[in-house]
């Protein structure tokens, strides 16, 4: 990578980082879209498979725009190595397969999005893991749930969807005591807001299709952390297939030259309309991480640059009120993804965390009545009318 590190500052890094130039000199960084990639004579090829030199070979393996889009992630994080991949659950899956075994256990938060509780309770049960939840409210159960087959420890923070918050700092102090792996899905907050390897995580997951890519284009996930774990799940990767693929990479590398620009100005709408919500009749509940009234407020605010875009919302009325509210919204989006330019309404409950049951619900800390509002870059004042009015009762 041709890095010029004039300055430590996050803008620089992710906007400087960048290919080699090729032999026309272009400003912006080109699209590779190839399959592969060719060799001099039959000694370059057979260096390069056996990896004594540093080159590509298959787009599986590596490709200059993921190489790009990792690198740019790295820094961010300020991580040893990372691997990209097709999507963010395929980030989560081959993570944590390429690091488990049959008769490994995991202890996790229970607020997690509903595919990795999926994963964690139908599939890797079949392949003999087990999976311990605890509440990221009640942090001091955790150790009770420790086993002596336990490997790793994972959370996501701020939570999908109620937007809970854990003191990382404490997480890695219990990983460390009992020899476990802390795993990071840093996904709501992106690398802009928290850096979890900071805290002391042995890696960090990203779902680059939310805030990273930040207009509802395209999928993408990423791993970073530890370069020997990073090998083992890059190796894992390479043989099963998950890669990403050089577009999207071009396109999430181009994103994150203007993240911490996109993402500052949504935590402010966030903030806002927040705080308008708080005070709304309406409302019974509200949940944003800078908000004085959350309950780990002061952990959010130690661990945390801004407070992120996503609002837990719980109206009035509970079930039947949210649908209602849901079919009066008019300028949002209904939609399942989040971190888009564009304001997103969810109810979780019904769309992606159907599959939980209500004892499933309840553990994540999730009501059938709970909306999950992804704040965008709308006029803040657009936002809120939209949101006012879904939220008036009609007679």
């Known amino acids: 990578m041709n890095t010029k590190q004039f300055s430590s500052g996050e803008e620089t890094l992710a906007i400087r980082t960048e290919t080699q130039r090729s032999i026309y000199a272009e400003h912006s960084t080109p699209l590779y879209l190839t399959s592969s990639f060719i060799f001099e004579d039959s000694e370059e ?3 390069s498979f056996a990896e004594e030199n540093d080159r590509n070979i298959y787009s599986r393996f590596s490709n200059p725009n993921t190489t790009e889009f990792i690198h740019k992630m790295i820094q961010l994080e ?9 999507t963010g659950m395929a980030a989560i899956y081959t993570t944590f397969a390429a690091l488990l075994s049959t008769g490994d256990h995991i202890v996790s938060a229970s607020s997690i999005f509903g595919s990795s509780h999926t994963l964690f ?12 939840y605890f509440n990221m409210n009640e942090p001091e159960t955790i150790e009770d749930k420790i086993r002596a087959s336990t490997k790793i420890l994972f959370v996501e923070t701020p939570s999908n969807p109620g937007v809970d918050i854990i003191d990382l700092e404490l997480l890695s102090g219990i990983a460390q005591k009992h020899g476990l792996l802390l795993i990071v899905d840093n996904s709501f907050a992106t690398p802009v807001v928290q850096k979890p390897i900071l805290f002391g995580a042995d890696l960090v997951l990203h779902s680059a299709t939310k805030l990273i890519d930040g207009q509802g284009r395209v999928l993408g996930g990423v791993t970073v952390g530890r370069k020997n774990l990073i090998r083992e799940i890059y190796l894992f990767a390479r043989n099963t297939g998950s890669s990403l693929s050089p577009f999207n990479a071009w396109i999430l590398s181009k994103s994150l030259e203007t993240l911490s620009l996109r993402v500052e100005k949504h935590a402010q709408n966030a903030l806002e309309i927040a705080l308008f919500l708080e005070k709304h009749p309406e409302v019974a509940a509200v949940k944003y991480p800078f908000l004085h009234s959350h309950p780990q407020y002061k952990t959010a605010k130690k661990q945390m640059r801004w407070g992120g875009n996503i609002i837990a919302l719980e109206i009035k009325g509970g079930k039947d009120a949210g649908k209602q509210f849901i079919d009066r919204i008019r300028l949002c989006s209904l939609s399942a993804n989040l971190g888009d330019t564009r304001t997103i309404v969810t109810h979780p409950a019904s769309s992606t965390h159907s599959k939980l049951n209500s004892a499933e619900l309840q553990a994540a800390n999730l009501t059938e009545g709970l909306i999950r509002i992804s704040v965008g870059l709308e006029t803040v004042k657009d936002i809120i009318h939209d949101l006012d009015q879904a939220l008036t009762v009609h007679i």
Do not use: C, N
């Open 78 to 86: 300020q991580a040893e190595d990372g691997v990209a991949f097709s």
């Open 45 to 47: 090829m057979r260096a």
């Open 121 to 132: 309770t139908k599939y890797f049960p079949k392949w003999g893991i087990e999976t311990t």
